[in-house]
């Protein structure tokens, strides 16, 4: 079992900068793949980073390329995703998400690759 808290939402203006936390505890947290989904009122979750347990690969979704960073620390079992311009369409619940892999440079993509889930955090961005 791992469990996964995020934390840092808030409430920002267009253009601004935040970054999400998450503190993985209870397995080894080097072996799991850790993603950041995000899911706004109606709609289906989705992608949005992800990054291998080595850290050395990482994946992003078109909409944040360029503005979106992903990071983990393993000493501190934390993951974190830094947020820059961010734009009003960037209103959503962030989660958190684990995926165990046995590969250094594997990450998922897809929902349905992740076992483990926070709770999300709320993330605003107002116009």
């Known amino acids: 079992q791992v469990q996964l808290v995020e934390s840092g939402g808030g409430l920002v203006q267009a253009g601004g900068s935040l970054r999400v936390s998450c503190a993985a505890s209870?397995?080894?947290?080097?072996?799991?793949?850790m993603g950041w989904f995000r899911q706004a009122p109606g709609k289906e979750r989705d992608f949005v980073a992800s990054i291998s347990w080595s850290g050395g690969n990482t994946g992003y979704a078109d909409s944040v390329k360029g503005r979106f960073t992903i990071s983990r620390d393993n000493a501190k079992n934390t993951v974190y995703l830094q947020m820059n311009s961010l734009k009003p369409e960037d209103t959503a619940v962030y989660y958190c998400?684990?995926?165990?892999?046995?590969?250094?440079?594997?990450?998922?993509?897809?929902?349905?690759?992740?076992?483990?889930w926070g709770q999300g955090t709320q993330v605003t961005v107002s116009s």
């Open positions: 998400a684990a995926g165990y892999t046995y590969s250094r440079s594997y990450y998922g993509t897809t929902v349905s690759e992740y076992g483990y």
């Open positions: 209870g397995r080894t947290f080097s072996n799991y793949a």
